[in-house]
């Protein structure tokens, strides 16, 4: 009978898969954009005009919802399309601080009482739901008994259709409050830091006479990185299915040394699931722009344009959730864990961020001389001091158990916060530090050495893939986020920081223009003090060399290395001080954070242990035993025929020591995660840090050995070698 790794082997060599579940020859991505949304477009075909306007009001200009008729019209709009294409149920879509999404479906079916039914939705219905809340994590907010939750209808994120085999269902994205009113999901507080943004925005741009623009979006585009392998491994690997990721994997002979996989020609049934991945998306209106293979094999990159922030959240939701059920039709698997395969490059999601205003200005974008530029330079400027001036918040946004794995290794950047500006904005900077900005660094042409080429345009500065917060244009692009990650979280703090520095910066310029400065030289007078206290976290070299670690410790830069260190600064004085100002957070709400994220690293890293556990006694230990029965009677066989077994006995030697080290390991580990829990999350977070992590990495590393030991036909786990290499 094959083990594990045989049958899946076995199972993959003997599958086909049809590739051709999608043909844009034959549907053209014009027409399939936005198909399945409740758009701006529907709307205004389907509602009264005084319905769509007070709509339109709401969505781009965050004015209130208040008449119960304008709810009742969109609902009954809604719902016609809805069923028009296929729906019978709805369900309000929410972020629960799960960091997935959860969804209750109730239909439109309401009996008559005479043995017929009509399809009914309501205003009330629309606006607001209310699901159990008492089995989500509140982390202190909501005890197990209190059970009432409610969501809220968001109108900024356009409902939707999620097509099923066998009918549809209208999905309407939502907040998610407690009874006492306090957020138990993501998306609430990410609206919350976008109004605090616009609001310190638009002082600065009233300062620059700029009054057509009334509302200042955050908007962002997040690049997304994710591997694909046979399902047929998954179900061989209880780590993968358990974990998403590999807790134990010898080094295969070949990995990403050749960089060969990068950018390379993306294998046949992993370029049919994207097509279909991007024909769902387009569906929903999300606006997919790039593919390609990433750096590790089978690791791949899906990226789309800048949206406002909120949308992009809940696009980026839904991106993932769309890549892992369209994954299973062409039997692969989607692995979203920042570190799912040891020793090669994990996976990110890089969330580039900026501004822009409602008449569609980015305000991060310099033009073409940026030193004469006062308006992009405040904005920059304000940027650059948020970091400097919260590091810490930042890093405590892209903690994880599973993100620990993955910071400061040679393909993500370290933990350490710094700025990357690039040759032109850093000399742009350096002259304001000394005064006002005279010249801008052109960016020229590229002499390729070809004749028949064209000259190319050079950017006047490079890229830095080290950086984990990096100008690259026209936007930061913060490259710390964890693959799995929800972007709320990040987009949260991102946007209330820089409404701090907004503030500090508006709040200056305009008691100077008051006292009859002018507005250019109230900027000049300001601005080089900001960067002379906030240049310590501008660095634009290599942030995984051991100096560069050195430099920012003398610095001052804090190094927070893994979440635990990191997530005090939740609840630390500073941290509540601005939240609370801004209204993005309260205090109550911080601290439930603050206990959620240690719960959810213990709970993780826990799991992992005892499916280690479980792995190492009833797989590999069994394995190695086999093996070493195979062995002992090899070695008693040559020695009954009168020949020198001396090197097959110092194998079995070797093999047994491996053995009994491992079985060893194995033990501490156990003991290790059977420690009594103290019942406060962070306590057990720093217990489970210093006492389990270090006995799986030791039990790791021998079982590891053991894999390059064993014979190959009795090892039952699938490796590195099969996963990652057979397409």
């Known amino acids: ?16 898969y049809d590739l051709n579940q999608i043909d844009f020859r034959s549907e053209h991505l014009k027409e399939l954009f936005g198909v399945l949304v409740f758009s701006e477009e529907v709307q205004k075909a389907r509602l009264p005009k005084p319905v769509f306007k007070a709509l339109q009001k709401t969505i781009k200009l965050g004015a209130q919802l208040t008449d119960p008729a304008v709810a009742d019209a969109v609902a009954s709009a809604m719902k016609d399309w809805a069923i028009e294409h296929g729906a019978t149920h709805f369900t309000h879509l929410f972020q629960p601080m799960t960091g997935l999404t959860a969804e209750k479906h109730d239909s439109f079916l309401s009996p008559t009482g005479t043995g017929a039914a009509v399809a009914e939705f309501s205003g009330k219905e629309l606006v607001k739901g209310e699901p159990d809340a008492s089995s989500f994590p509140s982390g202190g907010i909501r005890a197990t008994f209190e059970a009432r939750g409610y969501t809220g209808w968001d109108p900024t994120s356009p409902a939707y259709i999620r097509e099923s085999p066998n009918g549809a269902t209208l999905v309407i994205p939502t907040v998610f409050v407690s009874w006492t009113g306090e957020a138990l999901d993501k998306k609430t507080p990410l609206l ?19 009054h057509d623009a009334v509302k200042v979006f955050a908007t962002v585009g997040p690049e997304q990185e994710y591997f694909l392998i046979d399902k047929n491994f998954l179900y061989a690997r209880p780590d993968l299915l358990n974990c998403g990721r590999t807790l134990f994997g010898a080094k295969p002979p070949k990995g990403q040394e050749l960089e060969d996989q990068y950018f390379g020609t993306i294998p046949e049934r992993v370029l049919a699931c994207m097509s279909e991945c991007e024909a769902e998306m387009f569906k929903l209106g999300i606006p997919v722009k790039t593919r390609h293979n990433e750096v590790a094999p089978s690791q791949y990159e899906i990226a789309p344009i800048f949206e406002d922030a909120n949308l992009a959240t809940d696009h980026n939701q839904l991106t993932m959730d769309v890549m892992r059920r369209t994954a299973e039709k062409y039997g692969l698997v989607c692995l979203l864990h920042e570190k799912p395969f040891a020793g090669i490059n994990g996976s990110g999601k890089h969330n580039n961020w900026s501004m822009s205003t409602d008449t569609g200005e980015n305000l991060l974008n310099p033009g073409d001389t940026p030193h004469d530029n006062a308006q992009f330079l405040v904005f920059c400027v304000a940027v650059i001091r948020a970091v400097a001036k919260y590091p810490e918040l930042l890093r405590v946004t892209v903690a994880s158990a599973g993100n620990d794995h993955r910071l400061g290794a040679n393909e993500a950047p370290p933990a350490i916060m710094s700025i990357f500006l690039g040759d032109q904005l850093q000399d742009i900077m350096d002259q304001l530090e000394k005064g006002k900005p005279e010249k801008t660094l052109p960016g020229g042409f590229m002499e390729v050495g070809a004749s028949v080429l064209p000259k190319l345009p050079r950017d006047a500065g490079d890229r830095n893939r080290t950086s984990p917060f990096a100008f690259t244009g026209n936007k930061f692009e913060f490259r710390a986020v964890g693959s799995s990650f929800s972007i709320a979280g990040p987009n949260t703090v991102l946007n209330t920081i820089v409404a701090e520095s907004l503030d500090f910066i508006a709040t200056n310029l305009e008691a100077a223009v008051k006292k009859g400065t002018p507005l250019n030289k109230a900027i000049q007078d300001l601005l080089p003090g900001i960067l002379k206290e906030s240049k310590k976290v501008v660095f634009n070299g290599d942030g995984y060399s051991e100096e560069w670690h050195k430099e920012a410790e003398r610095r001052g830069l804090p190094n927070l290395k893994n979440t635990v260190d990191a997530l005090p600064v939740i609840v630390r004085k500073d941290s509540l001080e601005l939240f609370t100002k801004y209204k993005v957070y309260s205090e109550r709400e911080l601290q439930s954070r603050y206990n959620i994220f240690a719960e959810k690293y213990v709970k993780e890293v826990s799991i992992e242990a005892a499916t280690m556990i479980n792995i190492a006694k009833t797989l590999i230990l069994p394995a190695a035993l086999r093996y070493q029965g195979e062995v002992a009677t090899a070695v008693n066989a040559t020695k009954s025929a009168g020949v020198d077994a001396g090197a097959q006995f110092d194998h079995l030697k070797g093999l047994t020591k491996a053995i009994t080290d491992f079985q060893t390991a194995t033990k501490e ?59």
């Open 669 to 727: 580990l156990e003991t290790a995660v059977h420690h009594k829990h103290s019942g406060e999350p962070y306590t057990d977070a720093k217990a489970i840090r210093d006492t389990v992590l270090p006995k799986m990495v030791e039990l790791r590393t021998l079982g590891d050995a053991l894999e390059t030991i064993v014979a190959d036909d009795l090892w039952p786990l699938p490796t590195y070698r099969e996963m990652l290499f057979i397409k």
């Open 192 to 210: 919350r830091s976008m109004e605090a943004l616009s609001a310190q925005a638009i002082r600065i741009l009233r300062l620059f006479d700029n």
């Open 1 to 16: 009978m094959p083990n594990p790794r045989q049958a899946a082997l076995q199972a993959i060599a003997t599958t086909e």
